[in-house]
């Protein structure tokens, strides 16, 4: 699936595919959440749910936890995911204007909330020397 979009997202929610609905083949929600400096987003959702860092610097706050997480780029920098169970209320802070992609899902199973920084993901180069860098 391709999705253009020239002039960037909007502020707030933009949804790609819905679980139950367009693009239901993807068998998930996604979409890009912009969320503004200063603002905030909530979500207590009945839904398995992970939010990853695409550019920005947010407060996540989860289960009286909490992480400020900063990426300047998606392609230079590893990503940092917060990962949540249904019904664990999430509020991320804007601390300047950020991108982030959200995923969720159906899922009754439980499971230990967690948050991947940077450190803990592996990230591999490929075809690097190929294109004399």
């Known amino acids: 699936m391709i999705i253009k979009n020239e002039d960037g997202f909007a502020e707030g929610y933009t949804s ?3 679980q139950h609905g367009k693009n239901s083949k993807m068998l998930f ?3 890009i959440l912009k969320i503004r400096k200063g603002n905030t987003e ?4 009945r839904r398995e749910r992970a939010w990853l860092l695409i550019e920005g610097r947010v407060l996540f706050e989860w289960e ?3 992480f400020i997480a900063e990426r ?3 392609f230079d920098e590893s ?9 664990v209320k999430v509020r ?7 991108e982030l992609c959200v995923q969720k899902v159906d899922n009754e199973n439980s499971f230990v909330s967690k948050l991947y920084d ?7 180069i490929f075809g690097s020397g190929t294109l004399n860098e």
């Open 92 to 98: 991320i802070t804007a601390l300047v204007e950020s």
């Open 118 to 124: 940077k450190e803990d993901i592996r990230s591999d």
């Open 64 to 66: 009286e936890k909490s």
């Open 79 to 87: 990503p940092i995911v917060l990962h949540v169970s249904k019904d």
């Open 42 to 45: 909530l979500s207590s959702e």
């Open 16 to 18: 790609i595919s819905e």
């Open 72 to 74: 300047n780029s998606c």
């Open 29 to 31: 929600d996604f979409g």
